[in-house]
T-cell receptor, first 111, second 113 residues
Framework: TQLLEQSPQFLSIQEGENLTVYCNSS?????LQWYRQEPGEGPVLLVT?????EVKKLKRLTFQFGDARKDSSLHITAAQPGDTGLYLC???????????FGQGTTLQVKP | DAGVIQSPRHEVTEMGQEVTLRCKPI?????LFWYRQTMMRGLELLIY????????DSGMPEDRFSAKMPNASFSTLKIQPSEPRDSAVYFC???????????FGPGTRLLVL
């Protein structure tokens, strides 16, 4: 069974601080996606990484896919209150379109 | 463009009643996924369809749950009879076949009393 473990589960920081969220597995994934979910809404895709070692940047967010395609990290620089939400990583399983989701990291950024 | 549409957005029912959740995927998408989200278990895949055909229903918790996709633009998830432990947010997502990017609807928040 493929599992994705996210850490930390909860994070409460002050505006302006940096943070990193980790997503780890013993399984290899064809892709790794990060979603962000706000209260009362569905998850919204932030980024997809597909190549081992790949790094993608989205404004203050930096996403990295591990060399072995088993893990990923999300780094936020100078967090803003608008970054508050639930961050979910999801691993793709080749040819099925099925995603395996991590448990999520709840981020609270205080002004 | 319209995203994934789910109805109702909120449902409150009593134990033992039948509940039907509805989903309209993004036009042109040919894969559809039903998920359940709770604080304890996170986001769980219940069932998914490719080209209207159920592919994997191993996540359906028990026989009280059933899902159909009669055509490319409509799917239902039915719970009969409902129980309090079914209370959760149910999401529908769609994608192009084989692509790993899924687009989620706003969810249906179900409360079974």
């Amino acid at each position: 069974t493929q599992l994705l473990e996210q850490s930390p589960q909860f994070l409460s920081i002050q505006e302006g601080e940096n943070l990193t969220v980790y997503c780890n597995s013993s399984s290899v994934f064809s892709s790794l996606q990060w979603y962000r979910q706000e209260p009362g809404e569905g998850p919204v895709l932030l980024v997809t990484v597909v190549t081992g070692g790949e790094v993608k940047k989205l404004k203050r967010l930096t996403f990295q896919f591990g060399d072995a395609r088993k893990d990923s990290s999300l780094h936020i620089t100078a967090a803003q209150p608008g970054d508050t939400g639930l961050y979910l990583c999801a691993g793709g399983t080749s040819n099925t379109g099925k995603l395996i989701f991590g448990q999520g990291t709840t981020l609270q950024v205080k002004p | 463009d319209a995203g994934v549409i789910q109805s109702p957005r909120h449902e409150v029912t009593e134990m033992g009643q039948e509940v039907t959740l509805r989903c309209k995927p993004i036009s042109g998408h040919n894969s559809l996924f039903w998920y359940r989200q709770t604080m304890m278990r996170g986001l769980e895949l219940l069932i998914y369809f490719n080209n209207n055909v159920p592919i994997d229903d191993s996540g359906m918790p028990e026989d009280r749950f059933s899902a159909k996709m009669p055509n490319a633009s409509f799917s239902t998830l039915k719970i009969q009879p409902s129980e309090p432990r079914d209370s959760a947010v149910y999401f529908c997502a769609s994608s192009f076949l084989g692509e790993e990017t899924q687009y989620f609807g706003p969810g249906t928040r179900l409360l079974v009393l």
